[in-house]
């Protein structure tokens, strides 16, 4: 038999991605030593080295995790087509497994591939929003810590602020100012609409969080922006019609407000 980091090197797979077969989606059961660490056998190790084969080839680990040795041989063999809407699941799949393990140099492998497979716009429709969905509803069902909610925001705003920065200095669009008001700190949004208006050939100007509605009138004047884009998620209704009213107060007739987020 083998031990994790072995059976790990022999099948391609880190240990983090090796426990999470073993504990969420039982698709091995190794032994144990005494002291309780786990033990591959050859038979393990092949059931593994199959299941991913099959990941590659677009199957979701969840539809297969359970399917007797023949079956997933016969499906990697035969490399039986999916949908784009399984490929996206499957990939998914992938990276919220590795949130799960806080294993943040695969989490950073998996998104940065499809980054750079997609691009900024698809990347943000395709696989971070509904990433976003996915992790708000594991972590309000208890099934998601806060410490992997955090590494996964963190990254992908991360990614995000990178893709703006040097796709807006290439771009020749009317400028639309993006922020939020004081006391509201959720962005994720925010960058994904400025990256969508930069697909639709506009010059996002992010700012991100925080700003007071001062400073966002003088910036769209020093600008000369044509739109502010302001991110409403968790900010107080009364606070937000407050902070709106002043806005439209302040900026010029002919300069749009767009609100968006949750407490648009």
Do not use: N
């Not at 499809?114 to 976003?132: D, T």
């Not at 909610?149 to 771009?171: D, N, Y």
């Not at 969508?196 to 400073?215: C, M, S, W």
């Amino acid at each position: 038999t083998y031990p994790l980091r072995t059976a790990a090197r022999l099948t391609v797979l880190s240990p983090e991605l090796g426990r999470a077969g073993e504990r969420r989606y039982r698709a091995v059961r190794p032994g144990r030593t005494p002291v309780g660490s786990p033990r591959y056998t050859a038979a393990d190790l092949e059931r593994l080295r199959l299941l991913k084969e099959a990941v590659d080839a677009g199957h979701r680990i969840g539809e297969i995790a359970i399917l007797p040795a023949g079956e997933l041989q016969r499906r990697v063999e035969t490399r039986q087509p999916v949908s784009s809407q399984s490929s996206i699941a499957h990939r998914l799949d992938e990276i919220v497994v590795a949130l799960s393990c806080l294993d943040a140099a695969e989490l950073h492998r998996l998104l940065s591939l499809q980054l750079s497979a997609l691009g900024p716009l698809r990347f943000a429709r395709e696989i971070a929003h509904p990433l976003v969905q996915e992790i708000g509803e594991r972590w309000a069902g208890q099934r998601l810590g806060i410490a992997s909610e955090h590494l996964a925001s963190g990254m992908l705003a991360a990614m995000f602020g990178s893709a703006l920065q040097h796709g807006a200095a290439a771009t020749p669009g009317p400028r639309i100012v993006f922020a939020t008001p004081p006391g509201e700190r959720h962005e994720l949004g925010l960058q994904m609409a400025a990256l969508a208006a930069l697909g639709a050939g506009a010059k996002p100007v992010y700012l991100g969080l925080e700003l007071p509605a001062v400073e966002l009138v003088a910036a769209v004047a020093a600008t000369d922006a044509a739109a502010l884009a302001l991110g409403l998620v968790t900010i107080p209704a009364e606070e937000a019609r407050r902070i709106v009213t002043s806005l439209r107060v302040g900026l010029p007739a002919d300069v749009a407000l767009w609100l968006g987020g949750a407490g648009a």
